[in-house]
Nanobody, 124 residues
Framework: QVQLVESGGGLVQAGGSLRLSCAAS????????MGWFRQAPGKEREFVAT????????YYADSVNGRFTISRDNAKNTVYLQMNSLKPEDTAVYYC?????????????????WGQGTQVTVSS
């Protein structure tokens, strides 16, 4: 079993920054890719960013590429999402997830453990 706990969400003005963290329990964290997804009200959950098991490869949704940075610290069993230049359309609940694969990818169906989510609200 893997438990994922997100933190770092909050209310920020447009143009501001937030750093999300996702702490994982269990010894398998460092063996798998991790991802961040988000879900806005009335919309489906969408891919945001992913990082491979060693942190060498990353991949981003077009909507956040160049503004968000995903990273991980395997010694701390934690994955991060640094969000800069935030826009009102980034408002959503953000979820971290553990992949069943080692490589970075955006296939939601291949993520088997999910956190409870953290709310990010960007005001205009």
């Amino acid at each position: 079993q893997v438990q994922l706990v997100e933190s770092g969400g909050g209310l920020v003005q447009a143009g501001g920054s937030l750093r999300l963290s996702c702490a994982a329990s269990g010894r398998t964290f460092s063996s798998y890719a991790m991802g961040w997804f988000r879900q806005a009200p009335g919309k489906e959950r969408e891919f945001v960013a992913t990082i491979s098991w060693r942190g060498v490869s990353t991949y981003y949704a077009d909507s956040v590429n160049g503004r968000f940075t995903i990273s991980r610290d395997n010694a701390k069993n934690t994955v991060y999402l640094q969000m800069n230049s935030l826009k009102p359309e980034d408002t959503a609940v953000y979820y971290c997830a553990k992949s069943q694969k080692k490589y970075a990818h955006d296939d939601r169906n291949l993520y088997d453990y999910w956190g409870q989510g953290t709310q990010v609200t960007v005001s205009s």
